[in-house]
């Protein structure tokens, strides 16, 4: 492979040969006769298929320049990223869209709701019970004692059943919480201004917060 890089010299039989070369050891490679019309493999052209050979022999329009075509070339380029950074805004700011009216909607609904309709959080038993406390002061010791061992097992199991509508009224002030420090992630969207991915996350869940929000407002109700 070396030895064909080299240049071909003509002996003195008017032949075309690869002149002789020494090996490291010090021993003499031959000369070797080059045929007619041989061609190294380095020197050869690479395989192009017809379609590749088409597009490369399509004739250039009269006139143009090397600097138009790169230049055109250059401007689809642009045209199909600004394409793409368009239909990316859109997206953002259909998202931010959303995010807005269900806020909105969630704020509307809790100003015309009632007062009194407005879930409230549950009292616990020990908010709850003092008028039963001083009915048990009242009765006789003993009587107290025995309806303090007789509902100590109603109580127990009060708890338990208040748990479930307390827990759903702690999820659903959090909930709404979360819908308000959204506004302010809305707004920077609205403004252009980049986006973690965590606040990203926290706005593509408005629509879940707000059905969830929905379905806590009529379990808290029924």
Same mark, same amino acid.
Request: net charge positive.
């Given at each position: 492979?070396?030895?064909?890089?080299?240049?071909?010299?003509?002996?003195?039989?008017?032949?075309?040969?690869?002149?002789? +070369?020494?090996?490291?050891?010090? +021993?003499?490679? /031959?000369?070797?006769?080059?045929?007619?019309?041989?061609?190294?493999?380095?020197?050869? @052209?690479?395989?192009?298929?017809?379609?590749? =050979?088409?597009?490369?022999?399509?004739? /250039?329009?009269?006139?143009?320049?090397?600097?138009?075509?790169? +230049?055109?070339?250059?401007? =689809?380029? %642009?045209?199909?990223?600004?394409?793409?950074?368009?239909? !990316? !805004?859109?997206?953002?700011?259909?998202?931010?869209?959303?995010?807005?009216?269900?806020?909105?909607?969630? %704020?509307?609904?809790?100003?015309?709701?009632?007062?009194?309709?407005?879930?409230?959080? @549950?009292?616990?038993?020990?908010?709850?019970?003092?008028?039963?406390?001083?009915?048990?002061?009242?009765? @006789?010791?003993?009587?107290?004692?025995?309806?303090?061992?007789?509902?100590?097992?109603?109580?127990? %199991?009060?708890?338990?059943?208040?748990?479930?509508?307390?827990?759903?009224?702690?999820?659903?002030?959090?909930?709404? !919480? !979360?819908?308000?420090?959204?506004?302010?992630?809305?707004? /920077?969207?609205?403004?252009?201004?980049?986006?973690?991915?965590?606040? &990203?996350?926290?706005?593509?869940?408005?629509?879940?917060?707000?059905?969830?929000?929905?379905?806590? &407002?009529?379990?808290?109700?029924?």
């Amino acid at each position: 492979m070396a030895a064909n890089l080299q240049q071909y010299v003509i002996n003195e039989h008017g032949e075309k040969v690869i002149p002789a +070369t020494r090996r490291p050891d010090g +021993t003499w490679r /031959k000369e070797r006769k080059v045929k007619e019309g041989y061609i190294p493999q380095e020197e050869q @052209p690479m395989f192009a298929s017809r379609g590749t =050979a088409f597009r490369q022999n399509v004739p /250039k329009c009269p006139g143009m320049d090397e600097e138009d075509l790169a +230049t055109a070339a250059q401007q =689809a380029k %642009s045209r199909a990223a600004k394409k793409n950074e368009a239909r !990316k !805004k859109k997206k953002a700011a259909e998202g931010a869209t959303a995010a807005t009216t269900g806020l909105r909607s969630l %704020s509307l609904r809790d100003e015309a709701q009632p007062a009194a309709a407005r879930p409230l959080a @549950p009292q616990k038993p020990s908010q709850a019970a003092p008028a039963q406390q001083a009915q048990r002061a009242q009765q @006789p010791q003993a009587a107290a004692n025995g309806t303090q061992a007789a509902t100590a097992p109603a109580a127990a %199991s009060g708890d338990a059943a208040d748990a479930g509508p307390e827990a759903a009224a702690k999820k659903l002030r959090n909930l709404k !919480k !979360k819908l308000r420090q959204s506004e302010a992630r809305v707004q /920077k969207q609205k403004e252009g201004k980049p986006l973690t991915a965590e606040e &990203e996350e926290k706005l593509a869940r408005i629509p879940e917060w707000t059905k969830e929000i929905q379905h806590l &407002e009529k379990q808290l109700q029924s």
